[in-house]
């Protein structure tokens, strides 16, 4: 299957590259309390490192932009053609809640890490560009069923606790819809870009 229109996806995790990694151990998984959205749970440490790369590609702190970030990881053509491929397959408002829903997901996951006296490492220039975006497909994607879940990755981005937190307020602030629509693109976009890169192992999660 071939994906020429490229990617998209949110928040981040882990792969393996040039510097250690987290991955989604099975021995990390809760698959006994499933995210919101689906997906098991991810009980670890989040990987850090990977979310303040994904930060830092995004525009930084209090300017991040998922498309910014995909814009930075894949270039532009890629990521707009990714941008019109989701317009075109659940259309434009839909699409704009995502990119609201992820963009405060990130914000907010820091807001609320920082209150709890969380602090990013600094972005490392050896996480950028593709193996930034392989990273945020490995750590979304369930190694019992290769599913990829957008819960999964944000789990593994700022921790489970966290995740929930900022999901009730996006419910809060925008509504459950942008919520189900923060996950429900990043399943798709993240298989997208999955196939993309080459990896045709990644399945498609059931909310897409």
Known sequence: ??????????????????????????????????????????????????????????????????????????????????????????????????????NFSVEDSLRVATKAGITLPESSKDLQGKKLAEALVTAGVDPKTNVFWAGLLYDNAVSHKIHDHVMNDIDAKYGEATDMATHRISNQAMYDLAHALGDGSVKLATLH
């Open 1 to 102: 299957m071939k994906h020429v229109c490229g990617i998209v996806g949110i928040v981040v995790a882990s792969v393996m590259i040039a510097i250690p990694v987290v991955s989604s151990a099975e021995s990390t998984l809760n698959y006994s309390v499933n995210n919101r959205y689906g997906g098991p749970s991810y009980d670890g440490q989040p990987a850090l490192a990977v979310t303040a790369a994904l930060v830092e590609a995004g525009g930084g702190v209090g300017k991040f932009s998922i498309v910014a970030a995909l814009t930075q990881m894949v270039g532009s053509s890629l990521a707009d053609a990714e941008v019109a491929k989701l317009t075109k397959q659940y259309g434009k408002a839909l699409v704009a809640k995502w990119i609201t829903g992820f």
